[in-house]
């Protein structure tokens, strides 16, 4: 049972250069979520889904897009990437909204 | 002010000893109080998970919540090195809008043999 799986584990980019996180869950859960994380910021939230179908923006969503496609799948795009968003960013899934999170193994993102 | 604090540590420990990790929050309203494990380079994993005020137990582990000062609290009896790691406090909250998640910015821990 993988849970839930974050491609690419690494990867470093260009300031203007865009690209897509991907996650997947495979515990049925409806509710996903994409944090990052940063030193003494702790974990913020930036986008979730509640469902298939919706999303919502978290407490920093500026500079992101999200896609949940399908029941599984929610991935997280960076459309013109800048320093300030070089962090580890983790995706998670709760069976319900009011359950705990499970989360993946993290991406780490660094843009020069 | 952040809406759950919590002391970043680092917090050493002998094997053995009794831990006890803390969290306040600001929010009466939060319903749903959480404790999270993170192992460096790894993604937190969920350890506890409690609704009311009181304590909840689960083998070493012991989640305590007093809603009425709005603090939080993690007891690990027999600590050993593999504890070593950094703990999350977590609230939840139902908004109209969905649900709100924040995280405390984490304890890190390191039980010495």
């Known amino acids: 049972?993988?849970?839930?799986?974050?491609?690419?584990?690494?990867?470093?980019?260009?300031?203007?250069?865009?690209?897509?996180?991907?996650?997947?869950?495979?515990?049925?859960h409806n509710s996903m979520y994409w944090y990052r994380q940063d030193p003494g910021m702790g974990l913020r939230l930036i986008y979730y889904s509640a469902s298939e179908g919706t999303t919502d923006k978290g407490e920093v969503p500026n500079g992101y897009n999200v896609s949940r496609?399908?029941?599984?799948?929610?991935?997280?795009?960076?459309?013109?990437?800048?320093?300030?968003?070089?962090?580890?960013?983790?995706?998670?899934?709760s069976e319900k909204l009011t359950g705990g999170a499970f989360f993946g193994q993290g991406t780490r993102l660094t843009v020069v | 002010q952040k809406e759950v604090e919590q002391d970043p540590g680092p917090l050493s420990v002998?094997?053995?000893?009794?831990?006890s990790l803390n969290c306040t929050y600001s929010n009466?309203?939060?319903q749903y109080f959480m404790w999270y494990r993170q192992y460096s380079r790894k993604g937190p994993e969920l350890l506890m998970y409690t609704y009311s005020?009181?304590?909840?137990?689960?083998?070493?582990?012991?989640?305590?919540?007093?809603?009425?000062?709005?603090?939080?609290?993690?007891?690990?009896?027999?600590?050993?090195p593999s504890d070593s790691a950094t703990y999350l406090c977590a609230t939840l909250i139902l908004t109209g809008g969905g649900n709100k998640l924040t995280f405390g910015t984490g304890t890190q821990l390191k039980v010495e043999l």
């Open chain 1, 1 to 28: 049972n993988a849970g839930v799986t974050q491609t690419p584990k690494f990867q470093v980019l260009k300031t203007g250069q865009s690209m897509t996180l991907q996650c997947a869950q495979d515990m049925n």
């Open chain 1, 69 to 93: 496609l399908n029941k599984r799948e929610f991935s997280l795009r960076l459309e013109s990437a800048a320093p300030s968003q070089t962090s580890v960013y983790f995706c998670a899934s």
């Open chain 2, 14 to 19: 002998p094997e053995g000893a009794i831990v």
């Open chain 2, 28 to 30: 009466s309203a939060f």
């Open chain 2, 53 to 80: 005020s009181g304590n909840k137990e689960d083998g070493r582990f012991t989640a305590q919540v007093d809603k009425s000062s709005k603090y939080i609290s993690l007891f690990i009896r027999d600590s050993q």
